[in-house]
């Protein structure tokens, strides 16, 4: 299919503009007391973030025929988790960021103490939000119980905290392809996946259907941490928000220092078309992954 960058970036904008009011809804507003707390949420979550997780669920729900407005709180609360977890990832204890989409991280500006706790609140309350789904036109009570469980385990110990002990155990390390890729289909590609399969669960979608998502999903989420790995050599600290070399400072094993640039940018490739080739028994219902999957080899942060 013809991709146009230009099309295609104004038409996610268009998606993460309406991400982002559908999360000014869900927030407790800024100024509720205590404010400092719901300064650094709201300061945490409108940070400049593409939205691709909570797009990723109302697009899970448009695959499965169903309502997409019907996934907006799960959309919103998976956003909340993601949110979360790079507030603690930018911790002088974990990866000591100073800067995140080229902006100072939260415990630069509401100190550490207050990052660790807007991290807490923002999990806590992604559980409440999802709820808010109850009780939508088409959505089972079982359906839903299901999503808060799958997003439960795509967040916790064997899912996104799992990669992310495992990240840091092998700083300093010289780690194989298969502990870097299990690191990595943990720490980023479980929430990306769970974000198609919620989205899809929420509104019935039949096991062929499921089992696609999941093959895009976890293509996707490989293909975009070794772009993400690409541009932390090659990309400036102008485009993608941090600094360049932040790898390298942490002693991180990654794609281009295991297989060289041009092998790595071919590792992207091949993850992209295996996106493509997953959606085959879809039809237009899926052009906007498959746009998706296109724009991860292009995009500049």
Known sequence: ??????????????????????L?????????????????MHYAIFNGGKRLRPIMVLEGAKLAGGSQESAVPVACALEMIHSYSLVHDDLPAMDNDELRR????????FGEANAILTGDALLTGAFAVMTGSAGMPGVKLDNLIRVIKEIADAAGSQGMIGGQVIDLESEGQNIDYDTLKT????KTGKLFQTALRCGGILND????????IDKYSSNFGLAFQITDDILD???????TGKPAGSDAKNAKTTYPGLFGLEKSRQLAV?????????LQNFGSEADFLRQLAYYILQRQN
């Open 102 to 109: 080229g902006k100072p991280t939260c415990h630069i500006v």
């Open 233 to 239: 050599v090659t990309g400036s600290e102008e485009l």
């Open 205 to 212: 979608i039949n096991q062929q259907g499921l089992q696609a």
């Open 1 to 22: 299919m013809d991709f146009n960058l230009a099309e295609f970036k104004q038409e996610l904008e268009k998606r993460k503009q309406y991400i982002d009011s559908c």
């Open 24 to 40: 000014q809804k869900y927030l407790t507003r800024s100024d509720a007391y205590p404010p400092v707390i719901h300064e650094a």
């Open 183 to 186: 690191l990595h289909s943990l």
């Open 270 to 278: 091949d993850c992209v078309q295996a996106c493509i080739d997953s």
